[in-house]
């Protein structure tokens, strides 16, 4: 029986290393893991990225119920299972939330958004090597990011993430499990 916290926002807002934040400090206290999901886009949608061709609906589609079955598949052996993902848009968070809504092994699910200025986002991928994901791609992902009214949203947390560091979001995100 497990937690499942999804940590999402658009690319550049930290949701690796918040993650991987998370992840260190509740492995301390109980049996968790982290599925990165950039790491489970198929190759056609990585070759579409890597030409700086955004990804549709279409294309998410199978990728966002993959990430739900590894969810489902890890919640049998983990205590808290963390998931970074994009999750831009409130019908990828409703996908999400009703492949997983009847799961037995999950006790709970929390999906927290990374929000941040498209200018300080813009100013860190500048810095990132080694990416797949292109910097001229960042204003698709804006302009698709649905931002979540957590009062219509359940279980929908925003994190703002300016001036923080991955510790003091990771703890925020703690709070609410």
Known sequence: MACVVFIGGPSGTGKSTVSQELVSQLSKTVKCCLIEGDEWHSLANIEKMS????????????WLKKLAQLASLNAKDYEVVVI???MLK???????????????NI???SLFLLC????????????????????????SQYDTFEKPDESVESGVYILHCDHKTQRELADEIRGKL
């Open 51 to 62: 030409n700086n061709i955004p990804l549709t609906d279409e294309d998410r589609w199978p």
């Open 84 to 86: 970074a993902c994009s």
């Open 90 to 104: 409130k019908s990828y968070r409703d996908l999400l939330k009703s492949e997983l809504a009847n799961d037995k």
């Open 107 to 109: 006790t709970k699910l």
């Open 116 to 139: 941040n200025t498209y200018e300080n986002v813009l100013r860190q991928m500048k810095q990132r090597k080694n990416h797949f994901f292109k910097e001229s791609m960042l204003r």
